[in-house]
């Protein structure tokens, strides 16, 4: 596709389940982050890959949250056990890692809301 | 990176250039001045980007000051469709890994 595809577009989940968001990066980037937006804010980072390998991690609230990439294209952000803390926007964005800086290309985010 | 400080909101009135500052007074010499917006619901679109020559594009024009501890991103005719919010960002240039960090932003409203 021609842009950042995130799938759903939005999940309600009970306190307590796992869940997991999918990204599809623009066909070609080897960049991937995944960002985090609670309502009023803006996003923070949680997590960034070169292809397969995750490069920064620091951005993860907690151990409940894992993400992965495992063939350097589509990407899974999991939360484990959810709780309403973890409501908010969450957003993936990938970049090409060479030549001409155009900017980072966002999808349209996932709403995650925790009952 | 360095900390950017912008107004929480603004105004502007449609077909009139809408003119957008940002302050980053402790900017280091590598780090470029980004700009990207956020309307309702969708994700952050990338604007533009500058180091310290004034920059335009077919969305928006950035001007940074001589001294590069502050930056007006303008929006030469508002629409409608601008109505958003928009974030400068100050960071090194692209490579492996360098996120970018979001502040508040401006939250933009154009009318009719």
């Known amino acids: 596709g021609a842009g950042v595809s995130q799938s759903p577009r939005y999940k309600v989940a009970k306190r307590g389940q796992d869940v997991a968001l999918r990204c599809d990066p623009i066909s070609g980037h080897v960049s991937l982050f995944w960002y985090q937006q609670a309502l009023g804010q803006g996003p923070e980072f949680l997590t960034y890959?070169?292809?397969?390998?995750?490069?920064?991690k620091s951005g993860l609230p907690s151990d409940r949250f894992f993400a992965e990439r495992p063939e350097g294209s589509v990407s899974t952000l999991k939360i484990q056990r959810t709780q309403q803390e973890d409501s908010a926007v969450y957003l993936c964005a990938s970049s090409l890692e060479q030549g001409r800086d155009y900017g980072y290309t966002f999808g349209s985010g996932t709403r995650l809301t925790v009952v | 990176d360095a900390k950017t400080t912008q107004p929480t909101s603004m105004d502007c009135a449609e077909g009139r250039a809408a003119n957008l500052p940002c302050n980053h007074s402790t900017i280091s010499g590598n780090e470029y001045v980004y700009w990207y917006r956020q309307i309702h619901s969708q994700g952050p679109q990338y604007i533009i980007h500058g180091l310290k020559n004034n920059e335009t594009n077919e969305m928006a024009s950035l001007i940074i000051t001589e001294d590069r501890k502050s930056s007006t991103l303008i929006l030469p005719h508002a629409t409608l469709r601008d109505t958003a919010v928009y974030y400068c960002?100050?960071?090194?240039?692209?490579?492996?890994?360098?996120?970018?960090?979001f502040g508040g932003g401006t939250r933009v409203l154009v009318k009719p």
């Open positions: 960002i100050v960071r090194v240039r692209a490579a492996a890994g360098n996120k970018l960090t």
């Open positions: 890959f070169q292809n397969e390998a995750q490069l920064d």
